[in-house]
């Protein structure tokens, strides 16, 4: 999309959150990239650090108003001259109890805008926490949104309103990486929050990996993970993985790393969505395989129309996993193409949307 410098648009953006995950990083990065043709960008942060901002990758004649300015930029949205954009902002959207407020007051916003000639987009999301009450009024902007998306069935289908898209990290350009054939490294990357792997599942992943002559090796997307990633190296011991530490990289400099990291793996198994969307973007086969897994990954890929990428581990013996992890073998060029026609398609229904505004 160029640039119109004649343009008389504002917009305003949502683009909360902190340093250490990288993956939301990401995803808001891409909607301000979406944003940037359309105006003058002024971005909410909110109460965030400076290693989030940086992530961001702001440029200099972009405003950016931390949690201080909230009513300045709120101001504006409402106020100021010239027509209005409103982006919000990308990933889970808690609907739970405690945030009706704030869904009472984005009703109220997206009301005024859409009286002024604004334009709302609703980037791809799905439901998090759930309350009636709260849902009713975050369904009732969203009708009068321009742009609603959600990345999975269950959120499209509960909320009653909007469009199935992929997630926007399947927006990300695609990296070619190593040759498949040449990849030598399986990595491993899992919540700290979830218990540890079972002994089953570190063995069948050890058996596996050296069937296919692969290297294991740990390292995290997210900060929280950091110490589980260690764990998983020390079990499997050094002769059978290697933990790479964050240290002391800036967030943007460790998602440069782990960005080149998947472009050398044949394999990346996690429980995290967006390690294994930005894996799969690399080329790397995405797996989860965890105790009792929760329905994200698998819904969010189905929306891709990417199956059998997970499986629940608990208690399945050693072979029968590895037996799993076998069937990954081959569906390299699958998770390619179908990763490409999710980038087709996510960014073709962002250009129509936004070219209508």
């Known amino acids: 999309m160029s640039v119109d410098t004649t343009r008389d648009h504002e917009v305003f953006v949502i683009l909360t959150g902190v340093s250490g995950n990288l993956g939301d990083a990401v995803i808001r990065r891409?909607?301000?990239?979406?944003?940037?043709?359309?105006?003058?960008?002024?971005?909410?942060?909110?109460?965030?650090t400076a290693g989030w901002v940086e992530e961001l990758?702001?440029?200099?004649?972009e405003v950016v108003y931390g949690a201080a300015e909230r009513r300045e930029w709120l101001r504006r949205l409402l106020l100021g001259r010239g027509r209005r954009l409103l982006m919000l902002d990308p990933g889970e959207v808690p609907l739970g109890r405690e945030h009706l407020k704030s869904e009472i007051m984005?009703?109220?916003?997206?009301?005024?805008?859409?009286?002024?000639?604004g334009h709302i987009f609703r980037p791809p999301?799905?439901?998090?926490?759930?309350?009636s009450l709260t849902a009713w009024f975050y369904r009732a902007s969203a009708r009068i949104s321009q742009t609603v998306l959600w990345r999975d069935r269950p959120s499209l289908e509960r909320m009653r309103v909007g469009e199935l898209t992929?997630?926007?990290?399947?927006?990300?350009?695609?990296?070619?990486?190593?040759?498949?054939?040449?990849?030598?490294?399986?990595?491993i990357t899992l919540r700290g929050k979830r218990p540890l792997p079972t002994a089953a599942t570190?063995?069948?992943?050890?058996?596996?990996?050296k069937a296919q002559g692969l290297r294991i090796v740990t390292m995290a997307q997210?900060?929280?993970?950091?110490?589980?990633?260690?764990?998983?190296?020390?079990q499997l011991g050094p002769d059978v993985a290697e933990y790479i530490p964050w240290g002391d990289r800036s967030d943007l400099d460790q998602e440069n790393a782990i960005r080149r990291l998947y472009e050398?793996?044949?394999?990346?198994?996690?429980?995290?969505l967006h390690v294994l969307i930005l894996a799969a973007k690399a080329g790397a086969v995405p797996v989860e395989v965890v105790p009792a897994p929760a329905a994200k990954i698998r819904t969010h890929f189905a929306t891709i129309e990417y199956e059998g990428l997970s499986l629940d581990v608990a208690g399945l013996s050693t072979a029968a996993i590895v037996e799993f992890l076998s069937a990954q073998v081959g569906r390299h060029e699958e998770v390619v193409t179908k990763s490409a026609r999710a980038h087709d398609r996510l960014t073709s229904r962002v250009q129509r949307a936004l070219a209508g505004r």
């Open 222 to 234: 997210v900060d929280e993970d950091e110490a589980r990633c260690a764990e998983v190296a020390a």
């Open 57 to 61: 990758q702001m440029r200099p004649d």
């Open 106 to 117: 984005f009703l109220v916003i997206t009301a005024l805008l859409r009286l002024r000639g």
């Open 166 to 187: 992929p997630d926007t990290a399947f927006a990300e350009p695609a990296t070619a990486g190593s040759p498949f054939e040449s990849r030598d490294r399986l990595l």
């Open 202 to 209: 570190l063995a069948a992943v050890a058996t596996f990996a």
């Open 30 to 48: 891409r909607v301000l990239e979406w944003s940037r043709p359309f105006g003058r960008v002024h971005a909410y942060v909110g109460r965030t």
């Open 125 to 131: 999301r799905a439901v998090g926490g759930y309350d």
């Open 264 to 272: 050398d793996c044949a394999y990346v198994l996690s429980d995290r």
